[in-house]
């Protein structure tokens, strides 16, 4: 897979792979991602990987645009397989009152009562994507398609540590308290971000995701023994 | 060898040149958000140009000194005072032990660098001092500073004799942001998905700082809401025009949540999501838009890939112009 080189800051360069978020594209992105940790171009700062795109910032004043495509180009043209299947993790969710608070507006928009949302995205089989966004945060596929949403227009501050939020295809386990512009249907009492030094993070890209749904008892008690 | 913390000011964190090559775990590069500004005051006081140093936002803090050391404060114009005397601004001073640093009020800008001779010596975490405070991580304990905070100042510290007090960076390498404020800005990737008038009057508009601005990013307010064309939206983007499949964002991309308010993400920025991006400001404005105060007038002006890099070969011959004046 041949990705369009676009240079979108004078210190960074998009590898885009397409436009549609597919097992194909990503796994292209992948690569390309383990071939620049392995072995950087000259000037390398930064590598990034996106679900459809790979961004590598530079130093301007080191390299250039054209020589940092070439160097893609060759990287390109020498790319390792795949890794394989990641491993499978078990994330508990609690759905309950304030932890779920878009969980009625999502029913409403998609047509359906919150029973059926717990239900759609229970049965939902994810995998990590990609890391972004802030630490610790790994966008998971795999949202079942009566669930897809677009984001909200604006983000909203303050969205807890732990919450468990979709918009389109995507969902994930927020590990700050940040702003977000998703749907907020529940909370986890596990924690995405460990702080171990060298596994600071629970999941590696490619691993696979299945929530299990738990009540507020358990929540606190699990959330207390964590 | 320490600073006492009287009065944190309103936001004082402990930052240097920030932490590239972990952006891909979500972890931003943070840093000073004027790191020309850091350099100079650094430089100043015989400090690398990178050390650790305090990056105060619109109020200064009020320190006690328990050693002699040689300050600098730049950035803002918020004059220092030692023990109540006014000190100049981009001017190296010495402070005494025993001696209080504190700051009048802020007359331009938003941020003051203050660097102390020999750096803060906060623990090195991920290869950086700089402060994450949204990951709590790094900096004085991952955070601003508090009243009662103790600062390490590093060993070896104290008024060195080879720089001498009064020294300062000559008048025309001060850089600040003009009146009203302009951002040179790449067009970028998705450029083409708002109309053409709808891309002529983002240039033309004068935009607002809006008061939603700080290390994670700039919002801009006051200009008329983008245009899109009209298009399908590609598998994984959702319906909203104004959104896209998940990408990674670089520093200094204008992302533009429903169209209406950009955002210029800055040091502490999130590293992807799914809005909008008309284009990146380019790195030499970057140290601009950290001096730039809410309901700051602001406009974008369009350059080419060429003008960008010539612009960060003059910011870099200003700091070598900084290097050679203190030398």
Redesign the interface.
């Known amino acids: 897979m041949v990705p369009h080189l ?7 360069v ?1 590898a ?1 792979f397409g ?4 097992e194909a594209v990503h796994q292209a992105v992948l690569a390309l ?1 383990r071939a620049l940790r392995d072995r950087p171009v000259e000037g390398q ?11 590598v ?1 530079f130093d ?2 080191v390299t ?2 054209g020589a940092v495509a070439d160097a893609l180009r060759a990287r390109m043209s020498a790319l390792s397989g795949s890794r394989g299947a990641g491993r499978l993790h078990e994330i508990a969710v609690c759905y309950e009152g304030a932890f779920g608070r878009d969980l009625q507006a999502v029913a409403e928009r998609t047509g359906q009562d919150a029973e059926a949302v717990i239900a759609a995205h229970l049965a939902g089989e994810y995998r990590v994507y ?8 790994a ?1 998971l596929s795999g949202v079942p398609e009566a669930l ?4 909200k ?3 909203v501050r303050g969205v807890p540590a732990g919450s468990v939020i979709i ?4 969902c994930l386990v927020t590990t ?1 308290t ?1 702003p977000t ?1 998703w749907w907020v249907i529940g909370r986890s009492p596990d924690r995405i971000l460990t702080g171990e030094g060298a596994r ?2 629970l999941f590696d890209v490619d691993d696979r995701v299945r929530f299990r749904r738990i009540g507020e008892a358990e929540f606190r008690s699990r959330e207390a023994g964590a | 060898m320490a600073i006492n913390v009287i009065k944190p000011g309103l936001s004082t964190t402990v930052q240097d040149l920030g932490r590239p090559g972990y952006y891909h775990i979500g972890i931003p590069t943070s840093g000073a958000m004027d790191m020309l500004s850091l350099a100079a005051a650094n430089l100043l006081v015989g400090n690398p140009a990178g050390a650790a140093a305090l990056e105060a936002v619109f109020m200064g803090p009020e320190l006690e000194f328990t050693a002699d050391a040689m300050v600098a404060v730049t950035g803002a114009d918020m004059p220092p005072k030692v023990d109540g005397q006014e000190q100049a601004g981009w001017t190296a001073f010495p402070v005494k032990k025993g001696q209080v640093l504190s700051f009048g009020f802020l007359k331009a800008g938003a941020r003051a660098y203050i660097a102390v001779s020999g750096g803060i010596d906060v623990p090195v975490v991920l290869g950086s001092r700089s402060t994450y405070t949204l990951g709590a991580l790094g900096g004085f304990e991952g955070r601003k500073l508090q009243a009662g905070d103790v600062l390490p100042m590093a060993a070896g510290s104290g008024a060195r004799s080879s720089v001498s007090a009064g020294r300062s960076v000559p008048e025309e390498l001060r850089r600040r942001p003009g009146a009203p404020a302009e951002l040179r800005m790449l067009p970028g990737l998705y450029w083409h998905r708002i109309t053409e008038a709808a891309g002529e009057r983002f240039f033309e508009d004068t935009w607002k700082v809006a008061p939603e601005a700080d290390r994670i990013g700039y919002r801009f307010k006051a200009g008329q809401p983008l245009e899109f064309v009209d298009r399908e939206q590609p598998f994984g983007a959702g319906s909203d025009p104004s959104n896209i499949v998940d990408a990674c964002y670089p520093y200094g991309s204008v992302q533009v949540p429903g169209g209406t308010e950009p955002i210029v993400l800055h040091r502490d920025a999130v590293s992807g999501g799914g809005y909008f991006m008309v284009g990146t400001v380019i790195s030499a404005d970057m140290d601009l838009i950290g001096q730039l105060q809410p309901h700051t007038p602001t406009r974008f002006v369009k350059v080419t890939m060429e003008e960008a890099l010539a612009a960060r070969r003059d910011r870099k011959a200003v700091l070598e112009g900084i290097a050679a004046a203190l030398a």
């Open positions: 676009v240079p979108v800051a004078e210190r960074a998009l885009e436009e549609a978020a597919t991602d700062l930064e590598v990034v990987p996106g679900m459809v795109n790979l961004l910032v301007p004043l250039d645009h990609m890391y972004g966004f802030a630490p610790g945060y966008y897809h949403l677009p984001r227009p604006a983000p918009a389109g295809a995507q700050l940040m512009g600071p993070f």
